[in-house]
């Protein structure tokens, strides 16, 4: 770690030469149609990019030679472009103007994003636009290839067969986490991303580059937007509300971004077949804060003060299950409560400096708290019964006999108290001919936990497990005699009871290096990497090489390719750390990832408009993995690296205007991903639980013909199940599937007041922009299943436990529902 600290104060300070740079200049001015000045426009060339500053000045250095386009954005407003053919140690003046966004539609052009670079762009109308009861980027992010979620509850997605915690999230360059403890989509509350705050997102299933975190799976890279005049913006639902205010001082150094949100569930989980008295409360506030010292320093501080709290009583559940053949009832009655509160508090500053135009360079601290407590007593008593299913019968659909009878008494205090620090430096140097980014990290975790869970289970007065102690004794005449004996005391199904803390520190750190360059009308790309990643609890460092070479190698044809391979350790955090019992291994090793990506960038022109069909085909070679059990959106880990896999899979995604005006698309996946259990290795390859064979999904956008107020948009989804097995099972019984997730959500929506418009109602010309919709919410109703709940059958024909046949009574999604909101803007 020595060396690779003195290699990066090395490359900082030879970067600060100024002899060795011999760039182009593009330089202008940016002003309305009306000749104001506009500030926080984004100029950009390929990978290169600024904004222009509050007098709508801009000067962009840059390595891109030859015939290039700078393309102006901002929202609200049109973009623009300019063909400039640049040369070397060149100065170019640009004054150009942007028209606001008007009534007619503007054109989604999917070749104006940048295809070289190895993220995907999200644009943010298509955000707004999603319809779902999650809805936000994690909403939106479902319907990309290689991504997939079964619980429309919660705003966790699974990656190319990762799970929940293989997924890096940034916010403005500083790492986000989700919660520790959370169970399921109901409990999980208001994500930490602000859709009412972004500025651009891009997102990459894997290959991504090196310059990103330690997962295995996926980076998501958010960034909030800078303010540049007053704006109030105010939204509310059956499902919550959200104020967002923002504002730059008359002299432009400080601006200010905050917002404040409310949700609450109860719509939804009423649709659910547990009766119950639900209050779950989730709120939370965010600022984003920026002061320019000078034109080259600047101060931004972001900040997360949320809490959701989740309170439910439940009375009684009635699940109707199995087939035709065999149609099953289960009714639970219930007593007790369940108290979960989710605290978390995150703070962040980080201070910019640019000493010369082609120099930046970035330090940053964050602490982030999470307070986690998990509070529940319930006790339950089941009966499971058969119903008749005899068409003529005047009780059909009706009980025709009792199948049996039981009780549970579910039981939990507990606690956690997680922080993490860190210090982060980052540096960007743009030379003649490439990008360095380079960067160090030193992150501390200081976490506590109590764990204290049990579970007790009551099958016709049997308590499983029923394991009555064997006596050995001898007889009179000296012969050995097996007698039954109770056992002393109570027997629980599980019980948990531990204690545990963890203190540990990491450096991290990276070196990159980016070109992109053409030959003729060819045009290439290459990005190439390394990063390094040190523990202190265990003493292990690991090193990830990673490397993307894109070409565009035809002339006549509009033809991307792009190869990714390198990579991707994974050190342990602290869920994988604890097993199931509350235990913590400190030994534990770094998971570790290989990842090779072959890419196909087309670009297709169908009814006069240009399609974007992206194709990627991937293998991720799987070593020291941890595995772990999935229950709903809770992962159990066996906190061993006790298995070794791979994931294999193919995704398609075409998207474009296939109604003029709007962008939608289709997504396709195909992929396995299986591990093989170093314990037992006769099994061979095995699927883990987020293998999932095919998904697809599809986002679609449409406007009445001849009014484009009123708009349609329309998310369609459909997976197949993935594994699950029975509780204390073997891996050789994690055969059994999930049913197929099915799902559609549609909304309508009226803008009743557009900007810059006159409303035919007065009132509503004091608004700047007013909206009304409907959603449906599942629109076939389709009853989706995200886990199970294992219950035996014992009768007095049967009281045998050991011996008794299980049932898997499935845990079921929302039902269809309807959803009225309102979206008003000053």
């Known amino acids: 770690m020595k060396f690779f600290i003195k290699g990066f104060l090395c490359c900082v300070l030879f970067s600060t030469s100024p002899y060795i740079f011999a760039q182009s200049i593009v330089e202008g001015v940016v002003r309305t149609n009306e000749g104001v000045f506009l500030e926080n426009v984004q100029v950009k060339i390929l990978s290169d990019s600024t904004l222009s500053d509050a007098k709508g000045s801009f000067s962009l250095l840059t390595n891109q ?86 619980n429309e509850l919660s ?44 500025q651009s997102v891009d997102f990459s299933a894997g290959g991504f580059d090196a310059r990103y975190g330690d997962k295995m799976s996926s980076v998501l890279d958010i960034k909030y937007r800078r303010p540049t005049e007053f704006g109030l913006r105010m939204s509310a639902g059956m499902l919550g509300g959200a104020v967002t205010i923002e504002d730059v001082s008359k002299n432009k150094r400080f601006d200010y971004l905050v917002s404040v949100r409310y949700r609450q569930n109860s719509m939804l989980l009423g649709s659910m077949d547990t009766e119950a008295d639900f209050q779950p409360r989730f709120t939370d506030i965010q600022a984003s804060l920026n002061y320019s010292v000078t034109d080259n320093f600047t101060l931004s501080y972001l900040g997360n003060v949320s809490r959701n709290v989740y309170l439910v009583q439940p009375t009684s559940r009635q699940t109707d299950f199995g087939s035709f053949q065999q149609a099953l009832r289960l009714n639970v009655f219930f007593d007790g409560v369940e108290d979960y509160d989710f605290q978390t508090n995150f703070h962040a500053l980080s201070a910019v400096w640019k000493p010369r135009k082609n120099i930046r360079t970035q330090i940053s601290t964050s602490v982030y708290q ?88 009551d099958s016709t007065g049997y308590s499983v497990p029923h394991q009555p102690e064997i006596n050995i004794t001898r007889s009179d005449d000296n012969e050995i005699v097996l007698v039954n004996s109770p056992i002393d005391g109570l027997r629980m199904f599980e019980s948990f ?63 991307i390719f792009r190869v990714s391979a390198g990579y991707y350790h994974q050190p342990a955090f602290y869920r994988e750390m604890r097993d199931l019992g509350g235990n913590i291994n400190r030994d534990i090793r770094a998971q570790q990832a290989f990842h090779f990506v072959l890419g196909n960038d087309h670009i297709l022109n169908m009814w006069d408009r240009d399609f974007r069909l992206v194709t990627e085909l991937y293998y991720k070679d799987l070593q020291n993995l941890v595995t772990y059990q999935m229950e709903n959106v809770r992962l159990r880990y066996s906190a061993q690296n006790d298995a070794a896999g791979y994931a294999a899979g193919v995704d398609f995604r075409i998207h474009g205007e296939f109604v003029r005006g709007v962008e939608s698309w289709l997504s396709i996946s195909m992929m396995t991903i299986r591990e093989k259990f170093d314990a037992f290795p006769e099994l061979g390859y095995l699927p883990r639980p987020t293998d999932q064979f095919f998904n697809a999904s599809i986002f679609f956008q449409d406007h009445f013909p001849g009014d484009d107020s009123w708009k349609i948009s329309v998310t369609a989804m459909y997976g197949t199940g993935q594994p699950f097995q029975p509780p204390r ?13 099915r799902r559609v959500d549609i909304g309508v929506y009226k803008i009743m007041k557009k900007e810059n418009e006159t409303a035919k109602w007065d009132f509503l010309n004091k608004f700047k922009g007013v909206t009304v919709g409907l959603d449906v919410f599942n629109l076939l109703g389709i009853r989706n299943t995200i886990s199970y709940l294992w219950i035996r059958e014992i009768n007095s024909s049967n ?28």
């Open 497 to 559: 009871d531990s204690r545990a803390s963890v203190f540990s520190h990491r450096v991290m750190g990276f070196i990159e290096n980016q070109r992109k360059w053409t030959w003729g009308k060819r045009e290439f790309s290459y990005s190439m990497g390394v990063r390094a990643h040190h523990w202190s609890l265990n003493g292990q460092t690991v090193v990830s090489p990673r490397a993307t070479l894109k070409a565009k190698p035809f002339k006549d044809s509009d033809m």
């Open 155 to 198: 705003s966790q997605y699974s990656v190319r067969g990762g799970n929940f915690d293989e997924n890096l999230v940034y916010v403005n360059g500083i790492e986000v986490y989700r919660p520790f403890l959370v169970r399921n989509g109901q409990q999980e509350g208001l994500s930490f991303i602000n859709s009412d705050m972004i």
């Open 370 to 457: 999470s307070v986690e407590q998990e509070y529940f007593d319930v006790i339950g008593a089941y009966r499971l019964s058969e119903l008749d299913n005899d068409l003529g019968s005047d009780n059909f659909g009706e009980i025709d006999f009792l199948r049996g009878t039981g009780g549970f008494h579910n039981f939990a205090r507990n606690r956690l108290d997680a922080i993490v620090a860190n210090l982060d430096l980052n540096t960007t140097v743009v030379t003649e001919k490439s990008t360095w980014n380079v960067g160090v990290k030193w992150q501390y975790e200081d976490i506590r936990d109590r764990y204290k869970e049990w579970e007790y289970i």
């Open 729 to 741: 099972a073997n891996p050789s019984e994690n055969i059994f599937r999930i049913s197929h997730y």
């Open 65 to 150: 030679v030859g015939e290039q386009k700078v393309i102006f954005t901002k929202p609200d407003y049109y973009s623009d472009t300019v063909s400039l053919d640049i040369v070397s140690k060149k100065v170019y003046t640009i004054k150009i103007r942007l028209v606001k966004s008007s009534t007619e539609l503007e054109a989604v052009d999917v070749t104006s994003r940048d295809r070289m670079e190895n993220q995907t762009q999200i644009d943010i109308k298509t955000i707004e636009a999603f319809v779902g009861p999650t809805g936000g980027v994690e909403g939106i992010l479902r319907t990309f290839a290689g991504v997939s979620s079964r």
């Open 799 to 826: 009281p045998d436990v050991s011996t008794s046949r299980q049932y898997a009574v499935p845990n079921f999604l929302t039902n269809r529902l309807l959803n009225f909101n309102i979206k008003v803007q000053l």
